[in-house]
């Protein structure tokens, strides 16, 4: 089980120590991402997170990158709906210096006027490398059509406008807002103890933040209505989503979902790839995955097909939708999901950067600590009977939104889920 260390300023820690490991994981967390975004700074999140290898009061860009490599550290970070993490693995014998460095990037990055204008430019092609990928589209047009103009439904890298508008005060006001230490946690994993990690924390951290207050808190729970976005592209492919809107991180129903997800689209024996794949051949991907949030989550389907099977498929996946939300899930489809979702946890338990990354969000969102064998008992104490229930409950045609990114179609999507 992970230890939390609590700090008077309002930061929390979370390590989990393996001692037979020479690798340590170390993320910082900012609890922000889009969602927390008002509509003109859309964008600013992401941004931020670049702008951290950008240059320090010591060290430039190259020499950043430079010292990573000296130590063999991997050096990353990434930005979501609500969260922002940076991120270091390496071993034993570099985890100060790596950390010291890592904690450098988050406090003493100074945001050049010369950094800003070349980022910017890199930003802009990550945007439009996005609108030449139809399936990162997709993720973007549903989350538009459950979540409409509230915050969950911006995008994360924002508009080519507001990227080209954010300067470096932008960037200091906003992490005096929300990098504070109550907004915030660090997560450690691997050959690393609790006094080792408070050590460092104390030293390169602590008393470093320049905030104190958190300025907006997470997306309150929104009422979905059904709908569908379409957006029309001239792509080889056609990518469509089709949304449930469930639950949020801090449901006790979070791994019935689970269970539901790898039954319904989770792997190569799910029910969704048996049929749209391997039995009608008309898809090469297809796949469901929940997306959960601190008020807010939904069910998710994502496939890919040729236009002209846009209807078939469609009739497709509201087929096995409806057939396990009323019939349910067989004995051994329960039983094969048990043992794939206990696999999975202690497989990610083997490896430091899994256990950081899971460390995490029970820890900046609920306040609460990480335990495999707690996770392996949740999973065990979940019953058929409530998967199936679950799949009755939010399976249902009355919120069901879906996305469509591809050719021109006349195809009524919405109409089809929905029976009509």
């Known amino acids: 089980m992970s230890e939390i260390l609590r700090y008077d300023n309002g930061l929390r820690v979370g390590v989990e120590n393996i001692p037979s490991l020479r690798s340590v994981s170390i993320g910082y967390w900012a609890g922000v991402g889009s969602s927390k975004e008002l509509p003109e700074i859309n964008g600013l999140s992401h941004f931020t997170e670049h702008m951290m290898f950008k240059g320090t009061s010591k060290l430039s860009p190259f020499q950043i990158a430079r010292r990573f490599d000296e130590m063999g550290t991997i050096s990353n970070a990434f930005t979501g709906k609500e969260m922002t993490c940076y991120y270091i693995k390496t071993i034993d014998d570099y985890v100060e210096p790596s950390f010291e460095l ?17 980022e910017r430019k890199v930003i802009v092609e990550e945007i439009n490398m996005v609108e030449d990928a139809p399936e990162d589209i997709c993720y973007d047009v549903i989350a538009s059509a459950v979540y ?10 924002g508009s080519i406008e507001n990227v080209k508008r954010f300067n470096g005060d932008d960037i200091r006001k906003f992490m005096e807002n929300f990098y504070v230490p109550s907004n915030m946690a660090v997560t450690m994993a691997g050959g690393i103890t609790v006094e080792e990690a408070d050590a460092l924390i104390r030293k390169y951290c602590l008393d470093r933040f320049k905030g104190d207050r958190c300025a907006l808190g997470y997306e309150q729970k929104h009422d979905v209505v059904s709908d569908c976005k379409y957006k029309f592209k ?8 089709v949304a449930y809107p469930t639950i949020s991180v801090d449901s006790d129903r979070f791994m019935q979902q689970a269970y539901l997800s790898l039954i319904l689209g989770g792997g190569m024996s799910s029910r969704l790839f048996q049929t749209v794949r391997e039995q009608m051949g008309l898809a090469y ?9 601190r008020n807010n989550g939904s069910f998710n389907i994502f496939v890919n097909i040729t236009p002209k099977n846009t209807e078939r498929v469609v009739r497709c996946l509201k087929k096995e939708i409806d057939e396990v939300a009323v019939k349910g899930v067989t004995d051994e489809e329960f039983e094969r999901a048990r043992i794939q979702l206990k696999t999975s946890c202690v497989f ?4 430091p950067q899994s256990i950081m990354n899971s460390i995490a969000k029970p820890l900046l969102m609920l306040d609460k600590n990480y335990s495999l064998d707690g996770k392996i008992a949740e999973i065990e104490a979940v019953t058929k009977q409530q998967v199936n229930e679950f799949a009755q409950r939010y399976l249902t045609s009355s919120r069901v939104c879906a996305a469509y990114v591809g050719k021109k179609t006349d195809v009524d999507i919405l109409g089809i889920l929905k029976g009509e």
């Open 102 to 118: 890592l904690s450098d990037l988050v406090f003493d990055s100074i945001f050049a006027e010369e950094e800003l204008d070349k």
């Open 148 to 157: 409409k103009d509230k915050k969950l439904g911006q995008t994360i890298l």
């Open 234 to 241: 001239d792509f080889e492919q056609t990518n469509i989503a």
């Open 285 to 293: 991907s297809v796949y469901s995955v929940p997306s959960v949030y």
């Open 348 to 351: 990610g338990f083997e490896n």
